[in-house]
Protein backbone atom coordinates (compact mmCIF):
# COMPACT_ATOMS: atom_id res chain seq x y z
CA UNK A 1 0.00 0.00 0.00
CA UNK A 2 1.17 3.41 -1.06
CA UNK A 3 1.06 6.91 1.19
CA UNK A 4 -1.17 7.57 -1.86
CA UNK A 5 -3.97 5.18 -1.23
CA UNK A 6 -4.42 6.58 2.72
CA UNK A 7 -8.20 8.24 2.96
CA UNK A 8 -9.36 8.06 6.11
CA UNK A 9 -6.66 10.03 8.25
CA UNK A 10 -7.11 13.49 9.01
CA UNK A 11 -4.58 15.98 9.24
CA UNK A 12 -2.24 13.06 6.95
CA UNK A 13 -0.16 15.23 5.22
CA UNK A 14 0.52 17.20 8.65
CA UNK A 15 0.94 14.29 10.48
CA UNK A 16 3.68 12.84 8.41
CA UNK A 17 5.51 15.99 8.45
CA UNK A 18 5.97 15.65 12.22
CA UNK A 19 6.53 12.15 12.51
CA UNK A 20 9.13 12.26 9.92
CA UNK A 21 10.99 15.44 11.64
CA UNK A 22 10.73 13.06 14.92
CA UNK A 23 12.41 10.33 13.20
CA UNK A 24 15.31 11.97 11.46
CA UNK A 25 16.11 14.38 14.45
CA UNK A 26 16.56 11.47 16.66
CA UNK A 27 18.39 9.41 14.06
CA UNK A 28 20.62 12.46 14.20
CA UNK A 29 20.96 12.30 17.95
CA UNK A 30 18.93 15.54 18.13
CA UNK A 31 17.49 14.65 21.18
CA UNK A 32 16.09 18.21 22.17
CA UNK A 33 14.56 18.39 18.87
CA UNK A 34 13.01 15.27 19.12
CA UNK A 35 11.21 16.08 21.84
CA UNK A 36 10.00 19.43 20.91
CA UNK A 37 8.95 17.68 17.53
CA UNK A 38 7.24 15.39 19.83
CA UNK A 39 4.65 17.55 21.14
CA UNK A 40 4.05 19.11 18.02
CA UNK A 41 2.63 15.75 16.25
CA UNK A 42 0.67 14.81 18.92
CA UNK A 43 -1.19 18.36 18.76
CA UNK A 44 -1.70 17.36 15.06
CA UNK A 45 -2.82 13.99 16.32
CA UNK A 46 -5.71 14.71 18.93
CA UNK A 47 -6.75 17.31 16.25
CA UNK A 48 -6.74 14.71 13.99
CA UNK A 49 -8.74 12.30 15.52
CA UNK A 50 -11.30 15.00 16.89
CA UNK A 51 -11.75 15.67 13.22
CA UNK A 52 -12.55 11.60 12.67
CA UNK A 53 -15.15 11.79 14.88
CA UNK A 54 -16.55 15.03 13.40
CA UNK A 55 -16.43 16.59 16.48
CA UNK A 56 -17.90 20.49 15.37
CA UNK A 57 -15.46 23.58 14.42
CA UNK A 58 -11.92 21.66 15.44
CA UNK A 59 -10.73 22.42 12.48
CA UNK A 60 -11.13 25.94 12.42
CA UNK A 61 -10.11 26.75 15.31
CA UNK A 62 -6.69 26.71 17.38
CA UNK A 63 -7.58 24.31 20.10
CA UNK A 64 -5.23 24.12 23.39
CA UNK A 65 -3.82 20.75 23.94
CA UNK A 66 -5.19 20.06 26.94
CA UNK A 67 -8.95 21.48 25.34
CA UNK A 68 -9.14 18.63 22.87
CA UNK A 69 -7.57 16.06 25.58
CA UNK A 70 -10.94 16.46 27.53
CA UNK A 71 -12.97 16.59 24.83
CA UNK A 72 -11.55 13.11 23.45
CA UNK A 73 -11.74 11.15 27.01
CA UNK A 74 -15.25 12.43 27.37
CA UNK A 75 -16.60 10.65 24.38
CA UNK A 76 -18.81 7.92 24.24
CA UNK A 77 -16.96 4.33 24.03
CA UNK A 78 -18.72 1.77 22.16
CA UNK A 79 -16.15 -0.26 21.38
CA UNK A 80 -12.63 -1.41 21.43
CA UNK A 81 -11.38 1.47 18.07
CA UNK A 82 -13.15 3.90 20.47
CA UNK A 83 -10.99 2.48 23.46
CA UNK A 84 -7.81 3.27 21.08
CA UNK A 85 -8.22 6.23 19.63
CA UNK A 86 -10.31 8.80 22.17
CA UNK A 87 -8.45 7.09 25.60
CA UNK A 88 -5.58 5.22 25.20
CA UNK A 89 -3.82 7.12 21.61
CA UNK A 90 -4.91 10.41 24.14
CA UNK A 91 -3.05 9.25 27.16
CA UNK A 92 0.03 8.67 25.61
CA UNK A 93 0.02 11.56 23.33
CA UNK A 94 -0.36 13.87 26.55
CA UNK A 95 2.23 12.01 28.25
CA UNK A 96 4.48 13.16 25.32
CA UNK A 97 3.32 16.56 25.44
CA UNK A 98 4.29 16.84 29.33
CA UNK A 99 7.57 16.12 28.28
CA UNK A 100 7.96 18.61 25.68
CA UNK A 101 6.70 21.27 28.35
CA UNK A 102 9.67 20.26 31.12
CA UNK A 103 10.75 23.37 32.28
CA UNK A 104 13.63 21.74 34.27
CA UNK A 105 15.51 18.90 33.43
CA UNK A 106 17.73 17.25 36.13
CA UNK A 107 20.68 15.13 35.37
CA UNK A 108 21.58 12.02 36.73
CA UNK A 109 25.01 10.54 37.17
CA UNK A 110 25.91 10.30 33.26
CA UNK A 111 22.65 9.48 31.91
CA UNK A 112 21.37 12.20 29.78
CA UNK A 113 17.55 12.68 30.35
CA UNK A 114 16.84 13.86 26.70
CA UNK A 115 18.55 10.42 25.09
CA UNK A 116 15.83 8.41 27.65
CA UNK A 117 12.67 11.05 26.91
CA UNK A 118 13.55 11.58 22.92
CA UNK A 119 13.73 6.99 22.99
CA UNK A 120 10.23 7.41 24.49
CA UNK A 121 9.06 9.90 22.14
CA UNK A 122 9.68 8.27 19.10
CA UNK A 123 8.40 4.96 20.07
CA UNK A 124 5.39 6.36 21.67
CA UNK A 125 4.71 8.47 18.25
CA UNK A 126 5.28 4.79 16.51
CA UNK A 127 2.43 3.62 18.24
CA UNK A 128 0.68 6.33 17.67
CA UNK A 129 0.59 6.32 14.05
CA UNK A 130 0.19 2.84 13.91
CA UNK A 131 -3.38 2.72 15.73
CA UNK A 132 -4.65 5.30 13.61
CA UNK A 133 -3.28 3.26 10.53
CA UNK A 134 -4.82 0.09 12.03
CA UNK A 135 -8.05 1.66 12.60
CA UNK A 136 -8.69 4.57 10.53
CA UNK A 137 -7.29 3.00 7.34
CA UNK A 138 -8.19 -0.91 9.11
CA UNK A 139 -4.87 -1.95 7.18
CA UNK A 140 -3.12 -4.97 8.16
CA UNK A 141 0.14 -4.96 10.60
CA UNK A 142 2.47 -5.66 7.54
CA UNK A 143 0.75 -2.39 5.53
CA UNK A 144 1.57 -0.51 8.41
CA UNK A 145 4.91 -1.31 8.87
CA UNK A 146 5.63 -0.70 5.12
CA UNK A 147 3.18 2.45 5.55
CA UNK A 148 5.53 4.26 8.44
CA UNK A 149 8.89 3.07 6.82
CA UNK A 150 7.64 5.31 3.81
CA UNK A 151 7.43 7.91 6.21
CA UNK A 152 10.87 8.40 6.76
CA UNK A 153 12.38 8.06 3.68
CA UNK A 154 15.01 10.62 2.47
CA UNK A 155 14.17 12.91 -0.39
CA UNK A 156 16.58 14.87 -2.35
CA UNK A 157 15.65 17.09 -5.43
CA UNK A 158 17.98 15.86 -8.24
CA UNK A 159 17.47 12.70 -7.15
CA UNK A 160 14.25 10.90 -9.37
CA UNK A 161 12.07 7.87 -7.83
CA UNK A 162 9.78 5.97 -10.13
CA UNK A 163 6.58 4.03 -9.96
CA UNK A 164 8.19 0.63 -9.97
CA UNK A 165 10.46 1.62 -6.89
CA UNK A 166 13.68 1.90 -9.61
CA UNK A 167 15.86 5.46 -8.97
CA UNK A 168 17.84 7.91 -11.34
CA UNK A 169 20.51 10.52 -10.08
CA UNK A 170 20.17 13.34 -11.91
CA UNK A 171 23.07 15.07 -11.35
CA UNK A 172 26.21 14.96 -13.47
CA UNK A 173 30.30 14.59 -12.89
CA UNK A 174 29.08 13.31 -9.37
CA UNK A 175 32.36 10.48 -7.86
CA UNK A 176 30.60 7.22 -8.00
CA UNK A 177 31.08 7.30 -4.38
CA UNK A 178 28.86 9.86 -3.44
CA UNK A 179 26.35 8.83 -6.27
CA UNK A 180 26.11 4.97 -4.18
CA UNK A 181 25.82 7.36 -1.28
CA UNK A 182 22.76 9.75 -2.72
CA UNK A 183 21.39 6.60 -3.71
CA UNK A 184 21.32 4.64 -0.16
CA UNK A 185 19.93 7.71 1.19
CA UNK A 186 17.10 7.99 -1.15
CA UNK A 187 16.37 4.24 -0.21
CA UNK A 188 16.38 4.83 3.17
CA UNK A 189 15.77 3.43 6.07
CA UNK A 190 15.77 0.12 3.32
CA UNK A 191 18.91 -2.16 3.56
CA UNK A 192 20.05 -2.46 -0.51
CA UNK A 193 21.28 -5.36 -1.79
CA UNK A 194 24.52 -5.22 -4.27
CA UNK A 195 22.68 -6.62 -7.31
CA UNK A 196 20.35 -3.35 -7.04
CA UNK A 197 22.86 -0.88 -7.02
CA UNK A 198 24.31 -2.60 -9.89
CA UNK A 199 21.19 -2.56 -11.95
CA UNK A 200 20.57 1.20 -10.74
CA UNK A 201 23.70 2.73 -10.89
CA UNK A 202 25.51 0.70 -13.51
CA UNK A 203 28.85 1.01 -12.11
CA UNK A 204 31.89 0.71 -15.26
CA UNK A 205 32.64 -2.34 -13.52
CA UNK A 206 31.74 -4.90 -10.46
CA UNK A 207 35.56 -4.32 -8.84
CA UNK A 208 34.05 -0.55 -8.69
CA UNK A 209 31.08 -0.88 -6.39
CA UNK A 210 33.10 -3.48 -4.15
CA UNK A 211 35.86 -1.39 -3.61
CA UNK A 212 33.83 1.70 -3.10
CA UNK A 213 31.53 -0.24 -0.43
CA UNK A 214 34.69 -1.35 1.43
CA UNK A 215 36.09 1.96 1.56
CA UNK A 216 32.49 3.56 2.68
CA UNK A 217 32.03 0.68 5.35
CA UNK A 218 36.02 1.64 6.32
CA UNK A 219 35.03 5.29 7.28
CA UNK A 220 32.27 4.09 8.78
CA UNK A 221 29.24 5.79 6.22
CA UNK A 222 27.39 2.30 5.54
CA UNK A 223 26.53 -0.66 7.21
CA UNK A 224 26.69 -4.10 5.36
CA UNK A 225 25.21 -7.39 6.70
CA UNK A 226 23.37 -10.21 4.85
CA UNK A 227 20.81 -8.38 4.51
CA UNK A 228 21.97 -5.74 2.13
CA UNK A 229 23.23 -2.10 2.71
CA UNK A 230 22.38 0.63 4.42
CA UNK A 231 23.69 3.86 5.44
CA UNK A 232 25.18 5.20 9.07
CA UNK A 233 24.24 8.33 11.09
CA UNK A 234 27.33 9.85 9.50
CA UNK A 235 26.32 8.84 6.20
CA UNK A 236 23.27 10.22 6.78
CA UNK A 237 25.43 13.82 7.89
CA UNK A 238 27.19 13.27 4.88
CA UNK A 239 24.51 13.48 2.36
CA UNK A 240 23.15 16.20 3.78
CA UNK A 241 25.77 18.32 4.16
CA UNK A 242 27.35 17.42 0.94
CA UNK A 243 23.49 18.75 -0.78
CA UNK A 244 23.57 21.42 1.65
CA UNK A 245 26.70 22.81 0.18
CA UNK A 246 25.07 22.90 -3.61
CA UNK A 247 21.85 24.45 -2.10
CA UNK A 248 20.05 21.81 -3.64
CA UNK A 249 19.29 19.94 0.25
CA UNK A 250 15.36 19.40 0.58
CA UNK A 251 14.45 19.27 3.94
Do not use: C
Not at 73 to 102: C, F, G, M, W
Request: proline share 3%; glycine share 2%.
Amino acid sequence: MSVMKLQNIPLLDELMREYNKIKNSFILSDFEKTIIYGGRFVEVILKSILMYYNVPNIASRKSRFDKMFNILINLQKTNAKDEILTLAVPIIAKSIYILRNKKRVVHFKEIDPNFIDAKYVMEASDWIFSQLLLFMEEIDEREMREVLDKFVEKKLPFVEKFENGSILILKEKLRFSDELLLFLYSNYPKRIKKEEIMSSLRPKYLQLLTTTLRRLERKKLIHINENGIKLTKLGIIRVEKMAENELLFLS
